[in-house]
């Protein structure tokens, strides 16, 4: 006869209810760029949001400048936290000029990974302002197989991302990556347009690396202009450029020199229009930006300054139900000022998490813990002086991230967090509005002081 096991069966259970209900009193935590969410495993049953934890932290009173302006309906306003209310001052003003090139960087996580978003407001200022190209493009990255706006392959290098397990974060570039080429590795760049996908002309590529010196590689345009090019030992980045027009570029290292590091290529104007580099990064919180050395930044500051700094993260950050953000607050005040630090000349921008939905008594809506964050997001961009820009807002104009997954076609992916192609151009448009509106108060703004003089 068996021995009844019920009495153990039933310990056993009880334990592993209890272990599992013990993780919900585990608070949220990171480590680096790691974060630990606080486990909720009664959120699926628990009836209503009525716990302290679904509060939503919304009560930032929002500083009025001391020149006020009403935004228009269908805009949401660029908002102005820096203590003059001229965060982005130089920004309008270079865009006014519109006599060299005005070149903003674009920071994201994977909301904006493959160059959505960044490709559509690109070309919004490209049609308005002048420019061409695709802007800074990694040697080689993960979005090669999907980024519709340029064709790119790679060979022969030794690829290092800051997600990886091994990197070396003193030897990343501005992107978050950095390739050592053996002897003949190769890469090709092929740049395309947004609305046809046809293969589009840059009228320069520039390459960015780091060498001790001995570096030769030779580069073919169009399949049919080969010029060699060689690079003697620097402390600091160097740039080669190789003027077009180009539709497409190949580079073929020679001879890989003494610790060479490449970090990407440039594809655009070098001498007027607007320029829209995209820096994404998929399963980041922003603040990996902090560990970029200074050195490093500020090279690419000399070689390539940038008028425009945006920042927009939050969705590896972000749970459902989470209040309080102050260890991201923290982290990012301090990414932002490492920034500023570096580029002495840049505005900055920063753009919230977008809308981002869970079921909640039986319906999908925007997840109070993504509330938190906007207004979180919202006290680093006062508290640092620059400006914000409130992207649930923005989206809640075209019924939200619930909109944008129903429209037909689609405009989000049915995660209820990542947008599709023409969810980023909805986005941009809103985006490109809002800056086109803030440059005419600005200029209106210029105006009446010059009248008060």
């Known amino acids: 006869m068996t021995d009844n096991k019920i009495n153990q069966v039933l310990i056993f259970v009880s334990a592993v209810i209890a272990g599992t209900l013990l993780l919900s009193f585990i608070p949220a935590f990171n480590m680096g760029d790691f974060q630990m969410k606080k486990a909720d495993v009664l959120a699926d049953i628990r009836i209503g949001e009525k716990n302290n934890d679904t509060l939503i932290i919304d009560t930032f009173t929002q500083i009025i400048p001391e020149f006020v302006d009403t935004c228009k309906t269908g805009v949401i306003c660029i908002s102005d936290y820096s203590a003059k209310h001229d965060a ?3 920004f309008y003003n270079a865009l006014n000029a519109n006599n060299r090139p005005v070149r903003i960087a674009y920071f994201g996580d994977s909301f904006i990974e493959g160059d959505l978003l960044t490709c559509s407001l690109r070309d919004l200022f490209k049609k308005k ?13 993960i979005t090669a197989g999907f980024r519709t706006t340029v064709l790119t392959s790679a060979a022969g290098w030794d690829e290092h991302c800051i997600t990886d397990s091994i990197f070396s974060r003193g030897k990343q570039g501005i992107s978050g990556h ?54 003697e030992g620097s402390k600091d980045i160097q740039k080669i450029s190789v003027e077009g027009p180009i539709a497409h570029i190949k580079i073929t290292v020679d001879n890989p020199g003494i610790n060479t590091r490449f970090f990407g290529i440039t594809l655009d104007d070098e001498k007027t229009g607007i320029v829209v580099d995209n820096y994404s990064l998929r399963g980041v919180s922003g603040e990996n930006l902090k560990s970029i050395p200074e050195k490093t930044l500020k090279d690419f500051d000399k070689l390539r300054s940038y008028d425009l700094i945006v920042l927009q993260y939050g969705l590896n950050v972000a ?26 000349d840049s505005d900055f921008l920063l753009i919230s998490v ?17 509330k938190n964050l906007t207004a979180t997001q919202r006290e ?37 967090t990542h947008i599709k192609m023409l969810g980023g151009e ?11 509106y803030g440059k005419e108060k600005y200029l209106e703004k210029k105006k009446y002081k010059e009248l008060k003089q």
């Not at 302002?129 to 990255?141: A, D, E, H, L, Q």
């Not at 080429?181 to 690396?209: G, H, L, Q």
């Open 354 to 370: 977008g809308d981002r939905a869970a079921k909640i008594n039986g319906e999908m809506t925007t997840m109070p813990g993504v």
């Open 178 to 231: 950095y390739f050592v080429p053996d002897t003949n590795a190769t890469a090709t760049f092929s740049c395309r347009t947004v609305s046809e996908k046809k293969i589009d002309t840059c009228s320069a590529a520039a390459f960015y690396f780091i060498t001790d010196g001995n570096l030769k590689f030779t580069t073919v345009v169009n399949r049919k202009t080969t010029k060699r090019h060689t690079a």
């Open 426 to 436: 909805q986005i941009a448009n809103h985006l490109f509005e809002s800056i086109e």
């Open 129 to 141: 302002y002048g420019g061409n190209g695709v802007g800074f493009v990694p040697v080689n990255c």
């Open 380 to 416: 680093i961009a006062a508290e640092c002086g620059i400006a914000f820009w409130n992207l649930i807002d923005v989206m809640a104009l075209d019924g939200g991230i619930t909109g944008y997954v129903k429209s037909k076609p689609p405009k989000a992916n049915l995660d209820y």
């Open 88 to 90: 982005l001052d130089r």
């Open 319 to 344: 749970t459902k139900t989470q209040t309080r953000y102050d260890y991201y607050k923290k982290a990012m005040t301090g990414v932002i000022n490492h920034l500023r630090n570096s580029f002495p």
